[in-house]
């Protein structure tokens, strides 16, 4: 494929994007109770976590230093450079807006098992797929920056408890998350030139709308208990 035919084989993945998930369409609707959206983000938290790792993954698999270089600082985003700082932080605070103990979500007590189950088979493919494959996989982030925009508007407008320095991991990623979705997509255009590579970038995208969209199925199944 030319390069123009292959993001738009790319960009046509984004109807699988978890945006359109019920669950999604729920709590963009006000329509999550505050159990459900406890379940939520005690759930997201496990993805969240495990983040640096799946990067980690990738680096340790890639062969070339400049994208290594670059990588890295989607590990120390998320981790921070020191003790309450970065992406993952910023998420337990919102797990406390919404009504969490810090304990209760570190322990991942609350974790349902098909959301390990999905989670885990994510960062499983980083690090056993080749590197470009599991770079490619991490293309949602062209699919992500205006649901973020959308979903601190609506969390706003329909949960009274939330405030908006709650939402500080969506609103300091909303700008981050399309920086990296365009550098990714570079990377993955010039890096997939026969058309086995590309096909193999397809499927690996539309192997995380998958795991994502199995995350929520999780999520809405262990809500739905109480």
Sequence with gaps: MSPPEFVAALRGLSHRYWGTHPFHRRMHGGELS????KIWAANRWYYQCVLPQKDAAIISNCPVPEIRREWLDRIVYHDGTEEGDGGIERWLRLCTAVGLDREEVLDQRHVAP???FAVDAYVNFARTKPWLE???SGLTEMFAGHLMQRRVADMLANYSWIAPEDLAYFT????KV???GKGTLDIVVRHAVTREQQE??????????DVLWSLLDAIERAAAKE
């Design 172 to 175: 300091n990623r909303i700008d």
């Design 34 to 37: 505050e159990y459900e959206l």
């Design 178 to 180: 399309s920086g990296e």
């Design 114 to 116: 098909g959301v390990r």
């Design 200 to 209: 193999k970038a397809i499927a690996a995208l539309a192997f995380k709308t």
């Design 134 to 136: 599991a770079v490619a």
